[in-house]
């Protein structure tokens, strides 16, 4: 067969709708060397040599991926001249996927494929065919190999390697800039039809950006972009296959892009004129006040560099630039006396450290202000010898030694006296002191490193003639450490041994604190008071020890508790010691070591009560005992004392029972039927007021007859407790709700007294009874009184 038949064979395998194969014949020979085709050629001999025919034909085979029908897809046909069509033959198949993902019809040779092939996943198989004789199984062909190549569709769209790119370009850059290029991949083959042919597009971020269709690289697409306008866009780049045609798979991906910085803006001053005043007294450094012109620009080039470039004084100031903050500091360069100058003009200009000279055209990039300064004339302050000062004290030195001085003078042409102080705001527990005339400061209260390290002090410097005007300077105080503090216990220790103990057995690890700081660092040493026949001390070395047991066997019957004093040293100068004690109680525990009981009172319980019954019993006592208090409580409440205890005791009592009667119309407030049948009450009711010591007899009355007067009746119960002796010797309000004719004894009130012309006669009280001999005793022995004196 040619190879124009071949190529047109193959064509119209392309074009059928369903799979097929195409057969590329050719002859072979057993000879595995290469002949020429052609008809007869002439040997050495001079006889005519024929060409031999192939024994058998077989193709190379094209197959299409993601094949969708219901049968085996048929792959091909393999045919030997050898093959009579009796079934003498029997074809073989071998290598990649044969017999599960190729088989071969061994009496027809028609190759089929068993399942879908993805192109993505391998592109080609080599198979190996032979025919071999049925009856003898001996070859009749050799092998020969064969390729199965996999013919791509478009079933991959392309996709990005990121999700979302970041870049940046420079702002005002020209046109067709470089900006970064995105790269789309697509897993069908390159090497068949427009399948992995990408075209890229620009979706998003028109008009400012674009997208080469062939290489995807993005470029700007206007020019003179300014990043003080805008600074970021967001541009969406589309891959698509089959050359961008219709019905091409795409992908996209968005691209955040940043314009960054170039210096286009020269720095520019807010103000024409600018004015700043400083006293007289400044000193030389001092910063008068600060200029600053804005530039549009950032980083390194918004950066500005101040200088003065000219003005009369040029040499008492100068500029020094603010690197953080962009600003120019005016400082003092030489004292200023506002007597010889008051006003002076500087011009400060502003540029910009790193010019672009692309941007030349839009400078010039710097700007010039005038500065005007005022001197201010001023009663200068004391000022001192330092800025600050540090002193440096052991804590152990006596009270009233000087640590330091500090010293001040007055700048004025008059020197007047300097007068010092401490601010006690700086020094609240007042342990410094300073001399006011030299400004020694000395201690006042004993110092202490382990309580305060550092004090920060405020000396106050004034003149004599002007107090008001001061000055203030930091006092530094480091305190230096004392070996003064003995070593202590780290942490209470709850320490047990079990009554199982062996010697030597580790019971505990303890360790030490000190309040000090030596240079050296802490070195402790542990050591028992006095030899102890129960445990013993072992010191590690290393600021720690192990408590550990000299005997077997412990007992809580015998001692429940063992007090262990142990001796922490220290090893610096002057040796500190402290003997700190451990309290060791002896309990129960298992044989793995864990503590059970430690309680000695535990073994003395029935074993059948348990611990909700004790705690049962326990609330009923307390129940008990609360019943009993409360109950005393209220039996002592009852008993009271009376008012008047003898009639020696006379003193005045005001009560105020805030009850007010209603009168002889208020029926509601009393019962009338209870005044007229006074046995209805006295069987019951007694005095509430007191607890008399002997109960008489309630002597009983007859009953008033109902059509009795009142007046009558109450006259009548008056009468019988004047004569009673149980009834109490001291007035009582009793509202009766009856209002009757004016008293003869008028007001005993003492508040009229004083409107009364001459003495008043209380004779009348002896013909009241007995009850008011003591009253009339007290005010009928005025008149003799008087008379004695």
């Not at 804590?395 to 042409?413: H, K, W």
Request: glycine share 6%; with cysteine; charged share 25%.
């Amino acid at each position: 067969m040619t190879v124009q038949q071949v190529l047109l064979l193959l064509l119209l395998w392309m074009w059928l709708p369903h799979p097929c194969h195409t057969e590329m014949l050719f002859r072979r020979t057993p000879d595995v060397r290469p002949k020429s085709f052609g008809g007869r050629t002439s040997g050495n001999d001079g006889k005519a040599i024929h060409r031999q025919k192939r024994g058998w034909m077989w193709n190379q085979f094209f197959l299409l991926e993601e094949y969708t029908g219901s049968d085996y897809q048929y792959v091909g046909k393999l045919h030997s001249d050898q093959d009579k069509g009796d079934g003498s033959l029997k074809y073989i198949l071998s290598g990649d996927g044969a017999g599960t993902l190729f088989i071969i019809d061994e009496k027809t040779g028609d190759i089929h494929a068993t399942r879908r092939i993805d192109r993505e996943e391998k592109a080609f198989y080599t198979l190996r065919a032979q025919a071999i004789n049925r009856r003898t199984l001996r070859p009749v062909e050799p092998e020969s190999e064969f390729v199965i190549k996999i013919h791509d569709i478009n079933d991959n769209e392309p996709t990005f390697p990121e999700e979302i790119y970041t870049a940046s370009v420079p702002e005002m850059s020209v046109v067709g800039t470089s900006v970064v290029q995105v790269t789309a991949t697509d897993a069908d083959d390159p090497s068949y039809g427009n399948s992995a042919r990408v075209i890229y597009s620009i979706l998003q971020g028109q008009p400012y950006f674009s997208v080469e269709p062939e290489t995807g690289i993005i470029r700007t697409a206007l020019p003179n972009m300014n990043r003080e306008n805008r600074e970021q866009y967001q541009v969406v780049i589309q891959a698509k296959d089959m050359g961008g045609q219709m019905g091409g798979l795409s992908g996209t991906t968005t691209v955040n892009i940043t314009l960054t910085d170039v210096n286009d803006n020269p720095p520019r001053f807010p103000q024409s004129t600018i004015h700043l005043r400083i006293p007289e007294s400044s000193p030389v450094g001092t910063a008068i006040g600060s200029v600053k012109a804005t530039d549009a620009d950032t980083g390194k080039n918004a950066e500005v560099e101040y200088r003065i470039i000219d003005g009369d004084g040029t040499d008492m100031f100068d500029i020094v630039t603010k690197k953080d903050t962009q600003e120019g500091i005016i400082t003092v360069r030489k004292p200023l006396d506002y007597e010889t100058r008051r006003l002076y003009t500087l011009k400060v200009e502003a540029e910009n450290t790193h010019v672009d000279p692309r941007f030349y055209y839009l400078g010039p990039f710097k700007d010039t202000t005038i500065v005007k300064i005022s001197v201010d004339d001023v009663d200068e302050p004391p000022v001192f010898s330092r800025s600050s000062y540090l002193f440096e004290v052991h804590e152990d030195i006596e009270l009233g030694t000087i640590i330091g001085t500090v010293m001040a003078r007055d700048p004025d042409s008059a020197s007047s006296p300097i007068r010092f102080s401490l601010d006690r705001h700086t020094d609240l527990d007042r342990i410094f002191n300073i001399h006011s005339g030299n400004g020694s400061i000395y201690t006042s209260k004993p110092l202490d490193r382990e309580i305060s390290q550092w004090h920060n002090l405020s000396v106050i410097a004034a003149e004599i003639n002007n107090p008001k005007d001061t000055t203030r300077v930091p006092v530094y105080v480091r305190i230096l450490d004392v070996n003064d503090n003995a070593p202590q216990f780290a942490v209470f220790y709850d320490t047990f041994v079990c009554e199982n103990a062996r010697a030597g057995q580790l019971i505990q690890t303890i360790s030490a604190v000190d309040k000090d700081d030596p240079l050296g660092g802490q070195k402790f040493f542990f050591s028992l008071a006095a030899v102890n026949p129960n445990f013993t001390v072992q010191d590690n070395e290393d600021n720690t020890a192990r408590i550990l047991t000299r005997r077997n066997g412990f007992s809580r019957h015998e001692i429940s508790t063992y007090l262990l004093p142990v001796v922490i040293s220290d090893n610096d100068y002057p040796i500190q010691s402290s003997t700190g004690t451990l309290t060791i109680r002896v309990c129960a525990c298992d044989s793995r070591g864990n503590m059970q009981s430690c309680s000695a009172e535990a073994l003395l319980l029935p074993a059948g009560l348990s611990t909700g019954a004790l705690v049962a019993i326990l609330l009923c006592i307390i129940i008990l005992l609360v019943i009993v208090v409360l109950f005393a409580a209220l039996k002592r409440q009852r008993k009271k004392e009376p008012l008047i205890l003898s009639k020696e005791d006379i003193r005045d009592n005001i009560v105020s029972y805030n009850d007010e009667g209603g009168g002889e119309e208020d029926t509601q407030a009393f019962d009338i039927g209870t005044l007229r049948n006074p046995a209805a009450i006295e069987d019951k009711k007694l005095r509430r007021d007191i607890i008399p010591e002997t109960f008489f007899v309630p002597r009983r009355t007859p009953s008033a007859p109902d059509n009795t007067d009142v007046r009558d009746f109450i006259n009548q119960r008056l009468k019988e407790h004047d004569t009673d002796p149980s009834a109490p010797p001291y007035d009582s309000l009793a509202t009766y709700a009856y209002e009757g004719n004016d008293s003869i004894a008028e007001s005993l009130s003492s508040l009229e007294s004083g409107t009364t012309e001459g003495d008043q006669n209380y004779d009348y009280l002896r013909e009241w009874g007995p009850r008011f001999n003591k009253l009339a005793e007290m005010y009928g022995g005025g008149e003799s009184d008087k008379d004695t004196s």
